[in-house]
């Protein structure tokens, strides 16, 4: 049983190597934002399959960043110098992660295209312009959070 409980510490460094990334650091914002929309007030109704569907594109899309890291990590270790087939390995792996998002782009627009949840967002928003402040706040965050940790001091 403890080697079983050892592969979720191997999993969970792997999941912090992950966030390391910042593209991974990226698609975790979005999808935090788009569940905070969906979860915290009633404005889009969505059927529980429609929920799989979203959450299956979201996991899709970060499974293919976790995976295009490792490609990198490995197509490194293999190819320190500059190779064309390790560029053509990176290049691959990272339109797979592309093709992914692409793909939950399209399932969050077919899924959450309703005006009148817009309209009832934008309309809350211009009620209570200290919530727009704080959604503001949180953008800065998030955008220190994708671009401002993880980078490597020089």
């Known amino acids: ?8 510490r191997f999993a969970g460094r792997g999941l912090l190597l992950c966030l390391r ?3 991974f650091r990226f698609h975790i914002t979005l999808a935090a ?3 905070g929309f969906l979860l915290l007030h009633d404005w889009f109704l969505l059927a529980r399959w429609e929920w799989a569907i979203l959450l299956f594109a979201t996991v899709l899309v970060l499974a293919a960043e976790a995976f295009n890291t490792a490609i990198e990590a490995v197509v490194d270790l293999a190819s320190p ?15 797979a992660v592309l093709i992914c998002s692409l793909g939950a782009v399209a399932v969050g627009v077919v899924l959450l295209w309703q005006p009148a949840a817009f309209a009832a967002m934008f309309a809350y928003y211009e009620a209570r312009p200290g919530m727009l402040a704080v959604l503001a706040l949180s953008l800065v965050g998030a955008a220190w959070f994708i671009w401002g940790i993880g980078r490597k001091k020089k």
């Not at 049983?1 to 979720?8: D, E, H, N, V, Y």
């Not at 110098?81 to 339109?95: V, W």
């Open 1 to 8: 049983m403890l080697p079983f409980l050892r592969s979720f």
């Open 21 to 23: 990334e910042r593209n």
């Open 33 to 35: 934002y788009m569940y």
């Open 81 to 95: 110098g500059r190779h064309p087939l390790a560029a053509r390995a990176k290049d691959i792996a990272a339109a």
